[in-house]
């Protein structure tokens, strides 16, 4: 079955403490993406990924980093958390431009 | 850069009713629009896509909408209502400008609540 896979479901987490969460897809796709989802603001990007080893900054990157040594996975790190890191984040992953994106389940993530 | 706006966050209508979803966007190319649905605790599921072939496009669960390049506009539509449909449902639009990877720009979402 073709899927997008995030781990954990849910995780809370004290202000500082380095997380990572992981995304898998086993649909040889090149693009990657994560995004965070916040009431009344709908989906913003994080980071994306058009192939291994080249990453680039969405719209809100800033306290976090990826990386896409493989195909088929592109992890979510948050150094040193902070409250306002509170949400809910969606991995997703398209075959190409203008293709539509799979959703991994999501991730809801607080940090107190 | 493109952008996509969802008229009306919230959205009520009465089982069997018409369910009219709005969404204007904008963008210096031609658009790739998608609509995508939430269900509570679950990831976003594609319900249907336009990508410059017909404009009126039908998805799952007997949604459609049609690609109006005048009003620039792709609303949602379906004519009756189940309790199912009550989810979260979001616009987006991906271009290509120039070298561009063809970013999926997601509208804020409509919340939509259907009542017996």
């Known amino acids: 079955e073709a899927q997008v896979t995030q781990n954990p479901r849910y995780l809370i987490t004290v202000t500082g403490k380095k997380l990572t969460v992981t995304c898998s897809q086993n649909?040889?796709?090149?693009?990657m993406s994560w995004y965070r989802q916040d009431p009344g603001l709908g989906l913003r990007q994080i980071y994306y990924s058009m192939n291994v080893e080249v990453t680039d900054k969405g719209d809100v990157p800033e306290g976090y980093k990826v990386s896409r040594k493989e195909k088929r996975n592109f992890p979510l790190i948050l150094e040193s958390p902070s409250p306002n890191q509170t949400s809910l984040y969606f991995c997703?992953?398209?075959?190409?431009?203008?293709?539509?994106?799979?959703f991994g389940q999501g991730t809801r993530l607080t940090v107190v | 850069a493109q952008s996509v706006t969802q008229l009306g966050s919230h959205v009520s209508v009465s089982e069997g009713a018409l369910v009219l979803l709005r969404c204007n966007y904008s963008?210096?190319?031609?658009?790739?629009l998608f609509w995508y649905v939430q269900y509570p605790n679950q990831g976003l599921q594609l319900l249907l896509k336009y990508t410059s072939a017909a404009t009126l496009v039908k998805g799952i669960n007997g949604f459609e909408a049609e690609f109006k390049k005048s009003e620039t506009s792709f609303h949602l539509t379906k004519p009756s209502a189940h309790m199912s449909d009550a989810a979260e449902y979001f616009c987006?639009?991906?271009?290509?400008?120039?070298?561009?990877?063809?970013?999926?720009?997601f509208g804020a979402g409509t919340q939509v609540v259907v009542t017996p």
């Open positions: 963008s210096s190319v031609p658009p790739y």
């Open positions: 987006a639009v991906s271009a290509t400008p120039g070298d561009s990877w063809g970013k999926l720009q």
């Open positions: 649909m040889n796709h090149e693009y």
């Open positions: 997703a992953s398209r075959a190409g431009p203008n293709t539509e994106a799979f």
